[in-house]
């Protein structure tokens, strides 16, 4: 989850390699921001220079400003979400090898750290942190030694593969050595990794967003695969020393798509390209005809229509995307889909054939929980596709197919647009399953998508109009100590999504449920002036839906909550019953959800802003969960 990011450049000495790290690490910092750290090697130098500072990056900046580094040729650099070790100076990487001569920086859990540890200390080896990190680099300081032993000359590259074979868990980890001073070795297992190709130049980055502002071309470092970045010098092996090939990609966003832009904050920004990252999402999907045309799902259509039944594996707000993803392809596509978080789906031995497709769901790519249950999937016979944001990560390399949403980067750790784009993709799925395997017409298809095109401009218009209801809300409830969140049918999951948003960056205790349960248990928990959020489906169509969301709005109104509706523009029935209305326009059930979940954003932000929270960088939690 920690970010990283590394820099070789063809210019003996200079200040780039910390700056490039710096700027990197600025943007990478969602990924973890207990501490932050840089090392540098140059000709000439006796030990590594390094420094490292726990909180956010800015200690460090401002610890450099004190004390500035040395020019340097290469260098590295660490933002960090902490698994092993409390936030400290201490534990913060870099970490250095016994001699000084290397520095190395890791994301990951080194699941054998202690048994590593045990066997170097009976060498004489001593260790200042509680990270299983500092063990990899004492441990890469041996082997360095080992082989100049050996052969009389350094081979950093050799070194770090030889370690990879030694290590257990999931890892990436890059190293620079003062006796090569003009290259960094970078190493992934189970960790994502990325190298960035410049004039010149090369860059190493737990994502792309690492170095897009230098270079929009990048390789996709595979599975245990290892890589010498040297000037603009690219060599990758796997860690047996074998060369590899690795795939070529370009990035379709720069880097002012990863800056705010005036924005007061990432999350605000990315509530309002909410309207784009649909409309993205939809972007070069359909023939001259009008007809769905996913070009990049790579699976025959004859196996989807062999497809029987379609099981959803996600976590978080990503699983509450495949949860409304359900009812709209059921319903179209007639298969049963079950939606599974994917740190439980391997462990339940689940019923897996040749004819379950398996959809995987991930804004980052990297997820490791969605990782490891898509392996899983794949070993029993499944076919898996992947819904993903990101180029280059593990989760779309790894699948049969890959649907990528275009929302751009979501720096924010609270998930917002990706949520509404990962819907999107999901309904493209089920209607070219719908296509293909002919449960619908295509008149009936043409109008789906017809109001799918829509959903934009009506996103828009609650961003535009009911901005302000929202922000009034918030500052009314500031002080409420925890909230109820309700819905039905496609209405749940995004009471769920929801409730998730005001615990993730307002900290407070908020439960959401489907409105049917409100009387086996939840009702009892309605006090007075408690806030229930109600998401109330369309009075058109679906009337016994309507109904019974306004009886549960009467039943916890009885009881002396403040009601709080999201609710279609005109609808008698919620004005008369609820405290707060959050109208949205006119739209299909199916479809509300794209709409529904907008004010929701928006009413989080606001709370854990007047509360004074960082709402880009809540606490305890990190954009990419790459550890399981």
């Avoid at 009389?152 to 990879?164: C, K, Q, W």
């Avoid at 990436?172 to 006796?179: E, G, H, K, N, P």
Wanted: hydrophobic share 45%; glycine share 8%.
């Amino acid at each position: 989850m920690c970010g990283i990011i590394g820099y070789s450049g063809q210019i003996s000495v200079s200040t780039k390699p910390l700056e490039v790290c710096l700027q990197g690490l600025g943007r990478l910092e969602y990924r973890g921001y207990d501490s932050a750290g840089v090392a540098l090697a140059a000709p000439g130098m006796e030990e590594v220079a390094w420094k490292k500072k726990a909180g956010r990056l800015s200690n460090l900046e401002e610890s450099l400003k004190k004390n500035p580094l040395p020019g340097a040729q290469v260098a590295i650099g660490h933002t960090r979400w902490a698994t092993n070790g409390v936030p400290s100076d201490v534990n913060a990487h870099p970490h250095i090898s016994q001699d000084n001569k290397i520095a190395l920086i890791h994301n990951g859990i080194i699941e054998n750290a202690a048994a590593l540890k045990f066997d170097l200390e009976s060498e004489g080896y001593t260790f200042v942190s509680a990270t299983d990190t500092e063990v990899a680099a004492k441990l890469l300081g041996k082997i360095a030694n080992q082989i100049i032993e050996e052969t009389g000359t350094p081979n950093l590259f050799e070194a770090v593969r030889r370690m990879a074979r030694m290590l257990t868990g999931a890892f990436t980890i890059l190293a620079v050595d003062v006796r090569q001073p003009d290259i960094v070795v970078g190493a992934r297992h189970d960790s994502p990794l990325v190298v960035g190709l410049g004039d010149g130049e090369s860059f190493l980055g737990s994502d792309v967003a690492a170095f897009v502002a230098y270079t929009k071309e990048a390789l996709e470092l595979g599975q245990d695969q290892a890589v010498q970045i040297q000037g603009g010098n690219v060599t990758v092996t796997d860690f047996d020393g074998n060369v590899a090939t690795p795939k070529h990609f370009t990035v379709d966003w720069d880097a002012s798509a990863a800056e705010k832009g005036g924005w007061p904050s990432f999350m605000d920004k990315e509530i309002h390209e909410d309207p784009e990252a649909v409309a993205q999402t939809l972007l070069g999907r359909f023939d001259l005809d009008g007809s769905l045309n996913l070009d990049e799902v790579h699976i025959d259509e004859e196996v989807f229509r062999s497809i029987d039944k379609i099981i959803v594996i996600a976590c978080g707000t990503a699983s509450y995307a495949g949860f409304v993803a359900k009812y709209a392809i059921e319903h179209w596509v007639r298969i049963p889909v079950e939606v599974e978080l994917a740190h439980e789906f391997r462990y339940r031995d689940p019923i897996l054939t040749p004819r379950t497709l398996v959809v995987a769901i991930s804004q980052s790519g990297e997820t490791m929980d969605t990782l490891m249950a898509l392996r899983h999937a794949r070993e029993q016979g499944s076919r898996v596709l992947a819904i993903c944001n990101t180029q280059g990560s593990t989760i779309p390399r790894e699948a049969d197919a890959v649907l990528y949403t275009h929302a751009g980067p979501e720096i924010a750790v609270a998930s917002t647009k990706a949520f509404v784009a990962q819907i999107t993709a999901a309904y493209l799925l089920g209607l070219y399953l719908a296509q293909v395997k002919g449960t619908m017409y295509r008149d009936e298809i043409q109008d789906i998508l017809r109001d799918l095109r829509a959903m934009p401009e009506k996103i828009q218009w609650v961003l535009d109009n009911q901005a302000d209801t929202i922000h009034d809300a918030a500052q009314k409830l500031i002080n409420a100590h925890s909230f109820l969140f309700l819905g039905r049918h496609v209405g749940y999951p995004v009471a769920l999504e929801g409730a998730l948003k005001l615990k993730e960056i307002a900290y407070t205790f908020t439960e959401g449920f489907a409105a049917g349960e409100l009387k086996h248990g939840p009702i009892a928990l309605v006090e007075e002036d408690e806030p229930v959020v109600v998401i109330v489906p369309s009075p058109r169509g679906r009337n016994i839906l309507h109904d019974k969301i306004i009886s549960n709005i009467q039943e916890v109104k009885a009881r002396g909550a403040f009601t709080v509706a999201v609710a279609e523009e005109g609808d008698p029935d919620v004005e008369q019953y609820a405290d707060v209305i959050f109208w949205r326009p006119q739209c299909p059930t199916l479809m509300s959800p794209l709409v529904d979940v907008v004010p929701l954003q928006l009413f989080a932000m606001d709370t854990a802003e007047l509360k004074k929270l960082d709402v880009d960088k809540p606490r305890n939690l990190a954009k990419s969960v790459t550890v399981e």
